[in-house]
């Protein structure tokens, strides 16, 4: 496929501000149950904005993609058969709630509401918390399943793409949350940067299978199949134009295979190895920089991550694409 | 329920590409239009087409043979561009099959071309909307032409009639009598879309005949040569003579 930069910069940057949200929260929680020191309101307000506005960037981006980013609100009708459909749904409800989240923090309305069997207070942002991580385990479920759903192309039609998602962008949320720390000078940039690290191994270990998977298989259809010639040796002669058309601009990525290998390899370094290395530097030198130039090198790993993503898929309409003679 | 489709006999089909500039024709003037052009008379042209002939040779020369390959969209039973749309925009028609897009709802998001594996699909540049054929929709339900012209465009074109239009859902249907005796087949099978359009294959008569169905062994009036005798001296056929 070819990689469409709008697609790249949408899934990513949502990656990232849901995995920010998510760390945020993680660290409420702990902070509830007396593991963390508990941070000022302003940590989880600032957070949650930084959170909103990348989420909000992806959304820019993904109008990017459209022909007629004036009728993306058609967009949430077909809910009941369409994955695209519910990730613009599910995007506005993650924002919304973490909007709430970040003002309930932001106006300091954490008083408890109740308390349950006396140990558990209960306060607007910690039910506001608890419904964003909902909607966004759905998006990051929504977003992935856009691709695992297709099942023409073999590379995506896979749970690993969801657990690629779910890891990636959960590891560089909690990279920026780490960086985040580290800049407001707040204790958790060990707490988060293990997650980081516990998160992006995760990731590795799926994104590793994944391109051992895509490695491995062949396609079920061949040109025989496609064009019901059950001879061994056919050829195409002939693609009906001379000039390309949108079957060959969409579908092909046009990259040799030596740039491809660079970029995975840089992805492999940038996503998985630096931001790692970064990040234990950080804790052992103390270093209140580090972590934001891991969370850096990981995001522009990620966006490479996201273009080889999008090469890795071999669409079955190439075969009748092959040659012209 | 009805099942409009084509059916495209690869045994008669000469790559004339009439089926492809009636198709431009018609549609780019009519209900389905514009089919926009980049660049038409430059040295890159490209542009939305629905339909188009591609050219495949099977063997090794000098066996080989050609096949020229009409490509449009297949109007599957189960099309899998339907369900991934997000606006509702790709529908398929309840009344007689046929897989339209809605260009006033489409937003370009080219989902649906993803989701057909056959590439039929193509993004208009110029309205940012998906374009794909339409079986000429405002032909075949325009009950102000006369039956014989209720058809597609292609069809008429075809200067060779290697393309047959009807309700693959009626049994007795000439499209329906075409696959059924004349071998026809879908397109990728594998993937279970049901493709409504099928192909007929090459088909080539020739009988089962042994050289001594040709030569009579008796010969008893002498009417054809002898056979030359192998000069092995007298053997017992020879007492018969």
């Known amino acids: 496929m070819h990689p469409a930069f709008s697609v790249i910069f949408l899934t990513t940057l949502i990656g990232v501000g849901q995995g920010l949200f998510l760390a945020l929260y993680t660290g409420q929680l702990y902070a509830l149950a007396n593991l963390l020191p508990a941070q000022s309101s302003n940590f989880y307000a600032v957070g949650s904005m930084v959170s909103l506005a990348l989420l909000f960037a992806g959304l820019i981006a993904s109008f990017f993609h459209l022909g007629h980013p004036e009728r993306a609100w058609r967009a949430a009708?077909?809910?009941?058969?369409?994955?695209?459909?519910?990730?613009?749904?599910?995007?506005?409800?993650?924002?919304?709630?973490?909007?709430?989240?970040?003002?309930?923090?932001?106006?300091?309305?954490?008083?408890?509401?109740?308390?349950?069997?006396?140990?558990?207070?209960?306060?607007?942002?910690?039910?506001?918390?608890?419904?964003?991580?909902?909607?966004?385990?759905?998006?990051?479920?929504?977003?992935?399943?856009?691709?695992?759903?297709?099942?023409?192309?073999?590379?995506?039609?896979?749970?690993?793409?969801?657990?690629?998602?779910?890891?990636?962008?959960?590891?560089?949320?909690?990279?920026?949350?780490?960086?985040?720390?580290?800049?407001?000078?707040?204790?958790?940039?060990?707490?988060?940067?293990?997650?980081?690290?516990?998160?992006?191994?995760?990731?590795?270990?799926?994104r590793v299978a994944t391109l051992y998977r895509n490695g491995q298989f062949r396609c079920k259809v061949d040109l025989k199949s496609a064009v019901g010639v059950h001879h061994s040796q056919l050829e195409q002669k002939a693609q009906g134009f001379m000039g390309g058309s949108f079957n060959t601009r969409e579908f092909f990525h046009g990259r040799s295979q030596g740039l491809l290998n660079l970029i995975r390899y840089a992805f492999l370094l940038m996503v998985f190895v630096v931001p790692v290395i970064l990040i234990l530097l950080a804790y052992v030198l103390e270093s209140e920089t580090l972590p934001l130039l891991a969370f850096g090198i990981q995001y522009l790993g990620l966006i490479l991550e996201r273009y080889h993503f999008f090469t890795e898929a071999q669409h079955p309409q190439n075969l009748y694409y092959q040659s012209m003679a | 329920m009805t099942q409009l489709a084509l059916v495209i006999d690869l045994n008669v089909c000469v790559g004339c590409h009439a089926c492809v500039t009636s198709c431009k024709e018609w549609n780019t003037s009519g209900w389905a239009g514009p089919m926009t052009d980049q660049r038409p008379y430059d040295a890159d042209p490209t542009g939305v087409f629905f339909n188009r002939v591609q050219t495949y040779e099977a063997g090794v020369f000098p066996n080989t043979e050609t096949y020229h390959f009409p490509k449009s969209c297949l109007h599957c039973e189960d099309p899998p561009c339907v369900p991934v749309c997000p606006t509702g925009a790709s529908y398929k028609r309840e009344d007689n099959g046929v897989v339209l897009v809605d260009y006033d709802k489409c937003i370009g998001c080219k989902y649906c071309s993803w989701a057909c594996p056959y590439g039929v699909r193509e993004f208009d540049e110029q309205q940012k909307v998906m374009k794909k054929c339409t079986l000429c929709i405002d032909r075949i339900t325009d009950m102000t032409l006369p039956e014989s012209e209720r058809k597609p465009a292609c069809v008429l074109a075809c200067p060779t009639r290697a393309r047959i239009y009807g309700d693959i859902h009626d049994p007795d249907s000439e499209v329906s009598v075409a696959i059924r005796e004349q071998g026809g087949y879908?397109?990728?099978?594998?993937?279970?879309?049901?493709?409504?359009?099928?192909?007929?294959?090459?088909?080539?008569?020739?009988?089962?005949?042994?050289?001594?169905?040709?030569?009579?062994?008796?010969?008893?009036?002498?009417?054809?040569?002898?056979?030359?005798?192998?000069?092995?001296?007298?053997?017992?056929?020879?007492?018969?003579?």
């Not at chain 1, 558990?120 to 759905?138: E, Q």
């Not at chain 1, 023409?152 to 960086?179: D, E, Q, R």
């Not at chain 2, 359009?197 to 040569?225: C, M, W």
Request: hydrophobic fraction near 50%; charge should be neutral; aromatic fraction near 14%.
């Open chain 2, 186 to 241: 879908a397109l990728q099978p594998e993937w279970g879309t049901k493709p409504s359009n099928h192909y007929l294959p090459r088909r080539k008569t020739r009988i089962q005949i042994h050289e001594d169905e040709l030569v009579r062994v008796d010969n008893p009036l002498k009417k054809e040569e002898l056979p030359t005798l192998p000069d092995v001296g007298e053997t017992l056929d020879d007492v018969a003579w």
């Open chain 1, 77 to 206: 009708t077909q809910w009941r058969t369409s994955w695209l459909s519910r990730e613009v749904l599910a995007l506005p409800a993650a924002m919304g709630l973490i909007f709430l989240y970040g003002t309930v923090h932001f106006f300091d309305l954490t008083k408890p509401l109740f308390v349950i069997s006396g140990t558990l207070p209960v306060d607007f942002s910690l039910i506001m918390g608890g419904l964003g991580t909902f909607a966004v385990f759905g998006l990051f479920l929504c977003t992935a399943m856009i691709y695992a759903s297709l099942r023409f192309i073999k590379a995506w039609y896979s749970p690993l793409t969801v657990a690629n998602f779910l890891f990636l962008g959960v590891a560089s949320g909690f990279m920026l949350a780490a960086a985040f720390s580290a800049y407001q000078g707040t204790s958790l940039v060990g707490f988060y940067g293990t997650w980081a690290v516990i998160a992006t191994l995760f990731g590795l270990l799926t």
